[in-house]
């Protein structure tokens, strides 16, 4: 992929044909600009999810923490 950004903040790429039809197809969205804004949100929100995921295993919550109660608080909050 090349990347060429101009003076005026617009961006340029080549994208192989293929995978942007599919992407449409899959989407129903109509422009280029709709899609990559799609696309690079699902990137961060995976990547942030990847990292929640490495944390895995390193938290220790003490013995007495009951993640039911503090679901069940949370509703009446809202």
Do not use: C, W
């Amino acid at each position: 992929m090349k990347l060429h950004q101009s003076k005026n903040m617009q961006t340029t790429i080549d994208i192989d044909d293929k995978l942007l039809n599919e992407a449409f197809a899959l989407t129903n969205l109509t422009t280029q600009e709709e899609l990559m804004n799609l696309a690079l949100q699902e990137l961060v929100r995976s990547r942030k999810k990847k990292n929640l995921l490495d944390l895995s295993g390193q938290i220790q919550f003490t013995p007495d923490f009951n993640y039911k109660d503090l679901r069940e608080s949370r509703h009446v909050i809202d």
